[in-house]
């Protein structure tokens, strides 16, 4: 079966400070996709970052980067110098053949 | 579309009556999904769609729930006898796939159901 764990509930940062926040998973499939999504208020889940599976390079966008440890199933996003705007919950998932798996979300506040 | 659209946003509802959520996938995408997502909670799977195959309905929590996919687009989702714990928000989304593999799944704003 496949799963995805996340297993900080809630975690706060300082603006314009570094957070990371913390993804496990488990699939006995051979290509699949990472993906780290954003849900404001708005409830408008938003992708954020993505990594597929074969590739070793980390994926960066902009203030977002991961640490894909695939030996490990980890799979860790790191967000730099943290905006306001940060603020959401934020969900790691699994793609592959079928349907994706969500993790139960980290909830990000960050302070002024 | 440019975009993955659901009507309505918001539904409210008398508890016993019937439901339809309507979702509108990004054009040209095969896969099609819908998860419920209960206030402050993660994101349940309901059912899949892929292409023509039979859909995964493994997620639907009870024969009360059921969905459909027209000309492999436009999908409804529909709840009989609403009962007050299907209240949530309703997302789908949908994906393009390269090979056998899906990539990233689009989402809809959802549909917020309120059973009274």
């Known amino acids: 079966a496949q799963t995805v764990t996340q297993s900080q509930p809630e975690m706060s940062v300082q603006e314009a400070e570094t957070v990371t926040l913390s993804c496990t998973y488990d699939?006995?499939?051979?290509?699949?996709?990472l993906f780290w999504y954003k849900q404001p208020p708005s409830r408008q889940m938003i992708l954020v970052i993505r990594?597929?599976?074969?590739?070793?390079q980390n994926a960066t966008e902009n203030r977002f980067s991961v640490n894909f440890q695939k030996a490990a199933k980890s799979f860790s996003l790191k967000i730099s110098d943290s905006q306001l705007g940060d603020t959401a919950m934020y969900f790691c998932?699994?793609?592959?053949?079928?349907?994706?798996?969500f993790g139960t979300g980290t909830r990000l506040k960050v302070l002024a | 579309g440019a975009g993955v659209s659901q009507s309505p946003s918001n539904k409210v509802t008398e508890k016993g009556k019937d439901v339809e959520l309507r979702c509108d996938p990004i054009?040209?995408?095969?896969?099609l999904y819908w998860y419920r997502q209960s206030l402050g909670q993660g994101l349940e799977f309901l059912i899949y769609?892929?292409?023509?195959?039979?859909?995964?309905k493994s997620g639907l929590p009870s024969d009360r729930f059921s969905a459909e996919r027209t000309g492999g687009s436009v999908s409804t989702l529909t709840i009989q006898r609403t009962q007050q714990e299907d209240s949530a928000v309703y997302l789908c989304?949908?994906?393009?796939?390269?090979?056998?593999?899906?990539?990233?799944?689009?989402f809809g704003q959802g549909t917020r159901l309120t059973v009274v």
């Open positions: 989304a949908s994906s393009f796939r390269t090979g056998v593999t899906n990539t990233e799944a689009f």
């Open positions: 699939t006995s499939e051979n290509n699949y996709y």
């Open positions: 990594q597929e599976a074969y590739k070793q």
């Open positions: 998932a699994l793609g592959g053949t079928y349907k994706y798996i």
């Open positions: 054009s040209g995408h095969t896969a």
């Open positions: 769609f892929q292409g023509n195959s039979a859909p995964d």
